[in-house]
Every structure is written in C-alpha cells, then in structure tokens.
C-alpha cells in the first residue's frame, strides 16, 4: 500500500516561459504538496529550470526526445531516431531513482517519457495541447501510438479532443488551461519604456505576443498592419517575443518586411521580455495570428484576464473561448483582410472596446482561474493512481 505524496514525473519540452511552459510551472507551483511530489525532466537549462529550482523542486536536464519541426525532413532524422533508445533508458533510469509513480508528458511532442513509463510499467498521462491538422496521414498514427501508451489523455480543448476521439475517446478528459488572475487583476504593472514616447502620442497599441515562427504568423500579423496604416495612422504595432535558437534568419526576414514596407516607425519588435504581462496591460488590442489550428490559445486567455480586446482566428480552441462580437473578435483564419478589418474595427470605436473588455475580463474572472485547471489535473491523478 503507498504511503506519503506519489511522485510524478512532469515531462515537458522546453525550458522558456512561453505558453505551455508557464502553464506546466503554475501547475507544479500550485499542486498540493501533501498529496504529491513533482520531479521535472527538461530537454535544457533555462528561465523554467530555474524557476522549479527556486521553489524547491527537482529537475532533471536530459533530453526527452521531442519531436521538431522540420526533423522528419532531412537526413537528420536518421540519426535523431539513433537518440532514442538512449533517452528512454535515461528517463528509465529517473523513474526507478526517484521513486515515481505516474509519468506525465506535458505536450504530446514528447515520445521518450511515453515510451519509460511502458518499459518501466507507470501509468502515464498526456497533456496534449496540439492539433496535427497539418499532417494528417502521420496524425493518425500518432494518435494511436498516444493512445496506446497512455492511461489518460488531458486535452486543452473540445478541438484538440475531436482530434483524438476516434482512437480512444474513454481516456479523453478536456481541461482548459488556467491564467493567474491576479496577474492582471491585483497586480501593480510598469509601462515599459519603449512605450513611453506611443502612450504619449495616445496611439492604439496592437501587439502579437508568444514565440516568433512562421506557424506562429507574424507575417500575417505584419501584413494586415500595413494594411490598417494605410486607414488610420493613430495604430501602432507591436511583437512581443523571439525565435527558437537557430532559426535567426526568420526574425531578420521580419524585419526586412518592417523595413521594406517603410514601418520602422510603427511596428516594434521587443525580443525575448520577461515583462510580458506589462506588455499585454499597456496595449488595447491582443492579436493572435497563428496559421495552424491552435488548439486553445493561451495568450487569449491572458488578454481576455487583462480586459484587452482579443483578436483571434474563428478555427481551433479560440471560439470556444470567445463570443464574437461581444467578449472578443473572431477573424476569418489566415485572411490578411479580415485581420486588418478586424484590427480597424477595435481601434476605431473606443465603446466597443471598453464594452468588449469589460465582458472579457468578467469571463476570465468566472472561468479561466488556474485554480481551475490544477484541481482538475489533481482530481484526474488521483484516479489514475488509486485505480
């Protein structure tokens, strides 16, 4: 019979802050520690290691194998396969040292943690956050493989769940992901200084915030700017975040397009910021431009708790999040004119815009609390290992 907290291996995929990677850390903050002990595996060192570290919790640096973008295209793949009985046995290894007794991947782009907890006979929970629309033959075989590995699968959404569903629908729970209110409700924000000059002017601050890629869309998100510059020239525009390691060129090639378009004036890249909950307070206006399916949309539900009014594509998790119109605005997905329409309409009506994030902020209030979130993951654990 066990006895004390049950140890859980979190698994995840990164070591940033962005989405995924403050939520697995709100969780872990916020799990009750007499019921449970968390155990962190990160790929590598970074902000989130660090964090876990300070609140007194273990991590483990080693590489889960995480499936990238852009991996299954090159001879590379070859050897990244080689990597991956190394990785099980590493993570294997962990389980049987620490003691662990449930196997939690926090993104479904993590195969070694699947495979340890099979070979090491845990249960193991998958936390998918992913749509594979894109991919569709793979998709199916992945979700098998998922399915199959699992006990649980915790999906962030009703869109996410409806791309799991046909393989195994018993094991489905959907959990929406959960913002710390008093993030924006109670907290005492700074405006950063490269706003200083635009807040002077009384410009409408528009910003697309989260990691810069292309599936993310600030292409998108520069060409409908340009296009709403043209109508009004009290906007002015900001990106708020970077590119993964490597991809260097994608961000120059933004700013070439900035440059091009003779923007510089009204578009604003800040880089990597931990201040981002400043950001997103001194702006009027949430853009989420990404081109794939998002499954939910974690910086919807930041700026709907910030009362900002949130532009987001009508596909994916953000409908089920957003009433558009009323606490939100929709736009056709992937349309540069819809977007720029979208963007016109909230800056050119000050009403709407109050309107908007008053009822925003009161659904974020009423809905998206992360206490939330972590009483469910906690009430779908203990189920899992009382079974």
């Known amino acids: 019979m066990r006895t004390g907290p049950v140890r859980i291996l979190f698994v995840h995929s990164s070591s940033e802050m962005y989405g995924s990677d403050r939520c697995l850390y709100e969780l872990v903050k916020r799990i009750d520690k007499e019921q449970f002990t968390p155990v962190i595996v990160l790929p590598f060192e970074g902000e989130l290691s660090e964090k ?3 609140i007194g919790v273990a991590v483990y640096i080693t590489d889960p194998w995480v499936i990238r973008k852009g991996v299954f295209r090159s001879i590379r793949f070859l050897f990244y396969i080689l990597k991956l009985p190394c990785s099980v046995i590493r993570l294997a290894r962990i389980i049987k040292k620490e003691g662990i007794a449930l196997v939690y991947s926090n993104t479904s782009i993590i195969v070694g943690s699947a495979l340890s907890a099979f070979i090491t006979r845990r249960p193991h929970v998958c936390h998918i956050r992913e749509l594979y629309d894109s991919y569709p033959g793979l998709s199916r075989v992945y979700r098998s493989f998922l399915c199959r590995l699992s006990d649980r699968l915790i999906v962030i959404s009703n869109a996410v769940a409806s791309f799991v569903n046909p393989c195994c629908p018993q094991k489905i729970n959907v959990v929406y992901d959960g913002v710390v209110l008093d993030r924006f409700i109670h907290a005492d924000h700074k405006l950063p200084d490269v706003l200083t000059e635009w807040k002077k002017q009384k410009y409408i601050i528009i ?5 810069v890629s292309p599936i993310k869309g600030q292409e998108l998100f520069i060409n409908a700017a340009r296009e709403c510059i043209k109508r009004d020239s009290k906007i002015r525009f900001l990106i708020v975040g970077d590119i993964f390691k490597g991809n260097e060129q994608y961000m120059m090639h933004l700013k070439n397009m900035v440059k091009s378009y003779g923007m510089q004036d009204h578009m604003l890249f800040t880089g990597f910021r931990d201040d981002v909950d ?8 949430i853009v989420l431009s990404t081109l794939i399916t998002e499954g939910l949309g974690q910086v ?5 708790a910030a009362g900002k009014v949130v532009i987001a594509p009508d596909k994916g ?22 977007l720029s329409h979208a963007i016109l309409r909230a800056a050119g009506d000050p009403d709407l815009r109050k309107s908007i994030a008053d ?11 992360i206490q939330n979130n972590v009483s469910a ?11």
């Open 52 to 54: 876990f570290r300070s």
């Open 207 to 211: 910003s697309n915030v989260g990691r």
């Open 278 to 285: 400043d950001f997103i307070e001194s702006s009027d206006v």
């Open 300 to 304: 919807v539900m930041e700026g709907m």
């Open 317 to 338: 998790g953000p409908p089920e999040l957003i009433e558009h119109g009323t606490d939100g605005i929709l736009y056709r997905a992937g349309s540069r004119d819809a």
């Open 359 to 369: 009822k925003a902020r009161e659904k974020a209030k009423a809905r998206f609390g």
């Open 377 to 387: 993951i906690e009430q779908l654990i203990r189920q899992i290992v009382t079974a």
